[in-house]
């Protein structure tokens, strides 16, 4: 079979070669509809405000403040990666999450991670990744935030030693942020 192409006022747009079709030219507009899971958009590491390096039972790392504008209806998918250290006394407990809202005003749990160490002498710093995905984002410049609490009276304390205001070079905490379209 020949290959074939396609040519609009002289430019092809579309070629054909063993029955695989490359798009040569073209710019997607923007009334083009985006099928149900698609990425629309991402904001590689945005900005992250008001840092809290500071232990203690109940910490709030960070915002990420309109770091990304969506289209209403849209979802958000979250990832981030965060350091923290765990100081036990009798044991060592604590849950780490991603809440809609900021430190300020923190909004709805999206994910939550769970951690034990059972050895009362071990302070353990680490490295904890999570996705969370925001179905009904409150605005269409949503807001974040990331928080650690101690799981227990037996745990003495929580923090993240990395903070990236401070160490710009440090890329122990990041995030990316993802607009889906739903």
């Known amino acids: 079979m020949s290959n074939a192409s396609f040519k609009m006022n002289g430019v ?5 070669n ?4 490359t798009m040569n030219n073209g710019t997607i507009g923007s ?4 099928p149900a899971g698609h990425i629309v958009q991402s904001a590689m590491n945005p900005t992250i405000s008001n840092y809290d390096s500071t232990d203690g039972t109940s910490v709030k790392f960070g915002d990420l403040i309109g770091q990304i504008t969506i289209t209403s209806g849209n979802g958000v998918l979250i990832f981030a990666s965060l350091p923290i250290q765990c100081v036990p006394n009798t044991n060592g407990i604590y849950t780490f999450g991603i809440y809609e809202g900021t430190i300020a005003s923190t909004g ?4 939550e991670y769970y951690h034990f160490n059972g050895n009362t002498s071990l302070t353990t710093q680490i490295v904890h990744t999570m996705w969370a995905y925001d179905s ?8 974040y935030t990331f928080k650690a609490d101690t799981g227990s009276g037996g745990t003495t304390s929580v923090e993240s030693p990395h903070d990236p205001s401070t160490s710009p070079g ?7 942020l993802f607009e889906i379209k739903q």
């Open 18 to 21: 063993a029955q695989v079709v």
């Open 136 to 143: 009904s984002p409150a605005s269409t410049t949503p807001s």
């Open 170 to 176: 440090d890329t122990m905490f990041y995030c990316f």
């Open 12 to 16: 092809e747009v579309f070629s054909e």
């Open 108 to 111: 709805s749990l999206l994910a």
């Open 31 to 34: 009334g083009v509809v985006f």
